[in-house]
């Protein structure tokens, strides 16, 4: 079946413009997190949700970054004002229940350069 | 804060021959779990650890969760230039605590024929 897949692949920007991040997850996975991964550096965690709403949002670092997710399926991550050390890999990921030991599955990314 | 330490981070071998990469950290975790991510592509599970002191093998690969659950090996045997990519251990959630992932920094590992 068909695994997370996220759009745009690319996103190059400018410095002070908004962007949009899209992550369509598995179907039927309740769960949903959002990582950040720099160069050089492991995933960073974001925000998870747990259906519609954000069971966790402690890893946004600062007001800059919003996501949603209004139908319990698709999210979007949401970066105001953006900075040029927002410039990351952007992963989404889905899980069946988000529970316990529950696999996540990622998708590709999303490359955002802010220049 | 949780951390999680992998070492070493950069690794270049020829066929044929075994290494191990550690990743330690000074917290417990309910789980360890071991990624293998590719250049474009995000991190693929490549299996988890739950009991303290629990040895699993996948083919070449033998991980490893230490007693206290907060250290966790991989050992790869034989490696081929398939096995190249980026190595990420990730902690899983706390009891108690948010689902998110913990992730070290990752050791790249190049196998050259």
């Known amino acids: 079946g068909a695994g997370v897949s996220q759009t745009p692949s690319n996103k190059v920007t400018e410095k002070g413009k908004y962007v949009e991040l899209r992550c369509d997850p598995i179907?039927?996975?309740?769960?949903l997190y959002w990582y950040r991964q720099s160069l050089g550096q492991g995933p960073e965690f974001l925000i998870y949700?747990?259906?519609?709403?954000?069971?966790?949002d402690s890893g946004l670092p600062n007001d800059r970054f919003f996501a949603v997710r209004p139908e319990g399926s698709v999210s979007t991550l949401k970066i105001q004002r953006t900075e040029r050390g927002d410039s990351a890999v952007y992963l989404c990921?889905?899980?069946?229940?988000?529970?316990?030991?529950?696999?996540?599955?990622f998708g590709p990314g999303t490359r955002l350069t802010v220049l | 804060t949780q951390l999680l330490e992998q070492s070493p981070q950069f690794l270049s071998i020829q066929e044929g021959e075994n290494l191990t990469v550690y990743c330690n950290s000074s917290s417990v975790f309910s789980s360890l779990q071991w990624y293998r991510q590719e250049p474009g592509e995000g991190p693929v599970l490549l299996v988890t650890v739950v009991t303290g002191g629990e040895v699993k093998k996948l083919k070449r690969l033998t991980f490893q969760f230490g007693d206290a659950r907060k250290d966790s090996s991989l050992h790869i045997t034989a490696a081929q230039p398939g096995d190249t990519g980026l190595y990420l251990c990730a902690g899983g959630p706390a009891q108690g605590g948010s689902e998110k992932l913990v992730f070290g920094k990752g050791m790249k590992l190049t196998v050259n024929p």
């Open positions: 949700f747990q259906g519609t709403g954000a069971a966790d």
């Open positions: 990921a889905s899980s069946l229940t988000g529970g316990g030991v529950d696999t996540q599955y």
């Open positions: 179907s039927g996975h309740t769960a």
